[in-house]
């Protein structure tokens, strides 16, 4: 699977060279090292550490935090489920028992010849296309038994990943409805030219009109965004386009980066035009790595274009070009401070604020970090005009959305509305029918109850990054909730106290409630855990952590207390069960030897 020379150190020293042996670069140079042999033995940590200079405590902490990342043998293919909710719907959980069983391994581990390994990873942003995989980086999706059976045959007999079927790795935009954006026919520079035509200060002013906020959350408004790092004191200063899209259930970034890449770029161009930037990143979240070539291929492009490089367009000073940087498979670089952290080659744990990246990020100089729809939406504004942008949408919120729809619907993919849309309009132009719940804004943002479905998609109303996700009649909203504090449990970076432990002691009550053992009391600990969470955690991972629970308990009750086996207290775990030993152990198993159940108590 080696994709380097037989000589493991001959094929270090080349990656290191690559790489300017800058410690910056380290989680790029562990990502390249781990292809060496499939995963980063101790003694390549220790060369890396040596060869960068770096305290080898620090290159072993940067190994330990990226899930794609190994420091124990794996094997040579690496098979990881992905496990969002809309994959379990899809039967994935069948389908990594069936493929198990056929190669002979437990979940979760590495065959004895250490041939191969299945596991699960969280959502790999294909839900429209699910149940997904990833073998070693590539991705699978449309899985079914009549696949994994014949993927099971291919490893069993070690054929190369580039001889499988070339239709297994294709993967589909399914776009569904264009509107002004995703029915943009621009050439490449179109836009630039535009915007280098009224001047650095024109095009500032342009963006101030359009009121277009950001694409990857937050809404922050993108034109105070830029003038702030503008104004900051220092130089170089940088652009970087968040394309980690870790978000269950949202894959829009995807799509764009699939087919509108040159729109992506140019937007990176023309907030680097505005800002005075010359130094760019695309942060490529390492499920999406089988995009990079193209994607560099699209960068080689624009640079014999002159539309990347020295004196862009021709203007004395406008330098500026992209380097792509991949993530490795941790949810909370998606925090823009956590992201910035992952470039300079360190574990993602999100920094304290202030200072905000505008005025201290990348390598302490000022840096824009937008959303990769965000920034291809400039691209409108540049050949349309700021105005014109801010007529569409709402009043708050100008422009269209992009939403990432899966789950239970007949044509799930990417839907391009306007700002204002009713979820009711959605569902309908989806082909959803008896649906229970919404739930907008991946795991962190909303679920909608039947009763909100005239509710609109807006900042001023349901705010989003991108993803809807349907839940019909036959679902369990509790199961779906569960689904989601698993998913924060694993992702919590571990450097808050709050959510450390916040989110393990949320999944320990879901686990409780879903074992049978849950009472009432549960559900007031819950509550003081939303409380606890969304006052005192670090970062927005953390404060959102409860929200599907909370919720799903407001809007679904009953998918709790059906779980509830007493409305009083409850123990945490089966006391009856565990005496079972002792049991043994005497030889007595007769009544008096067993505890009184609460009902026999009761009598
Ligand atoms: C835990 C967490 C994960 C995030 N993941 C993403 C992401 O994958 N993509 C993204 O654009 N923003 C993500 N964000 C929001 C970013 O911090 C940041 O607000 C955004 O990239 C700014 O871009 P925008 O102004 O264009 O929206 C995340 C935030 C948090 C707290
Ligand atoms: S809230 Fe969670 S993810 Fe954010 S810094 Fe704290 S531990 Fe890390």
């Not at 429209?128 to 059976?149: K, S």
Request: aromatic share 8%.
């Amino acid at each position: 699977m080696s994709a380097h020379s037989s000589d493991p150190s001959q094929a270090l020293d080349t990656i290191l060279q690559r790489h300017g042996r800058d410690p910056t670069r380290l989680l790029q140079i562990l990502i390249a090292a781990q292809d060496i042999e499939g995963w980063l033995p101790a003694p390549l940590l220790t060369r890396i550490a040596g060869a960068l200079a770096l305290p080898r405590a620090r290159v072993e902490g940067v190994a330990g935090f990226y899930s794609f990342l190994y420091t124990q043998p794996v094997g040579r293919y690496r098979v990881l489920f992905s496990d969002n909710i809309t994959d379990r719907m899809l039967g994935n959980a069948e389908l990594l028992d069936a493929l198990c069983r056929k190669l002979w391994i437990e979940p979760g581990h590495t065959s004895e010849d250490g041939l191969v390994s299945v596991t699960t990873t969280s959502c790999t942003g294909l839900c429209d296309q699910g149940p997904a995989m990833l073998v070693n980086g590539r991705a699978i999706g449309q899985l079914g038994h009549r696949r994994i059976n014949e993927i099971a045959e291919l490893i069993r007999q070690q054929r190369p990943l580039d001889l499988w079927p070339a239709e297994y790795f294709q993967i589909d935009d399914n776009i569904r409805r264009r509107d002004a954006l995703l029915g943009l026919d621009m050439p490449a520079g179109a836009a630039l030219q535009a915007a280098v035509a009224r001047g650095r200060d024109g095009w500032l002013a342009e963006m101030q009109a359009s009121n277009l906020r950001g694409r990857g959350g937050a809404g922050f408004a993108t034109a105070v965004k830029w003038a702030s790092a503008k104004n900051a004191p220092g130089t170089p200063k940088v652009i970087v386009c968040n394309a980690d899209e870790g978000e269950p259930g949202t894959f829009k970034d995807r799509v764009l980066l699939n087919s509108f890449a040159d729109l992506v770029f140019e937007g990176m161009s023309l907030a680097a035009w505005a800002v005075g930037a010359s130094q760019g990143f695309l942060y490529l979240r390492g499920e999406y790595r089988y995009l990079r070539p193209q994607l560099e291929a699209v960068l080689a492009r624009r640079r014999a274009a002159g539309l990347l490089g020295q004196s862009i367009l021709g203007q004395a000073g406008f330098d500026f070009d992209i380097d792509i940087h991949l993530g490795a498979g941790a949810y909370v670089c998606g925090e823009e401070s956590a992201l910035i952290e992952s470039l300079e080659g360190k574990r993602g744990t999100p920094r304290i604020r202030p200072p905000f990246p505008v005025t201290k990020g990348y390598l302490g100089r000022p840096t824009v970090v937008n959303n990769v729809e965000t920034l291809a939406k400039t691209c409108l504004i540049a050949l349309g005009g700021g105005e014109a942008f801010a007529a569409t949408g709402t009043a708050q919120s100008a422009g269209t959305k992009l939403l990432s729809i899966s789950g239970d619907c007949a044509s799930p993919g990417i839907y391009e509305y306007p700002f204002g849309v009713p979820i009711s309009r959605i569902l309908e132009d989806c082909g959803a029918s008896d649906t229970q719940a919404v739930q907008v804004g991946g795991a962190s943002g909303i679920c909608l109850a039947g009763y909100e479905f005239h509710r609109r998609i807006a900042y001023e109303d349901v705010p989003t990054a991108g993803a809807f996700m349907i839940f019909d009649g036959t679902r369990d909203l509790f199961d779906v909730a569960r689904a989601f504090v698993h998913f924060f449990a694993h992702e919590s970076c571990g450097f808050c106290t709050p959510c450390r432990v916040g989110t393990s002691l949320l999944k320990g009550f879901m686990d409780k409630l879903a074992d049978g053992h849950g009472a009432q009391a549960d559900l007031a600990d819950i509550d003081w855990l939303d409380r606890l969470l969304k006052n005192a955690s670090h970062c927005g991972l953390g404060s959102a952590a409860p929200n599907p629970v909370i919720d799903t308990l407001q809007k679904f009750r009953p998918a709790y207390e059906r779980r509830l086996v007493s409305l009083d207290f409850e123990p945490a775990f089966d006391l009856d069960a565990a005496l079972a030993e002792a049991r043994q152990l005497t030889g007595r198993d007769d009544g008096g030897a067993h505890l009184k159940t609460h009902e026999e108590e009761e009598k």
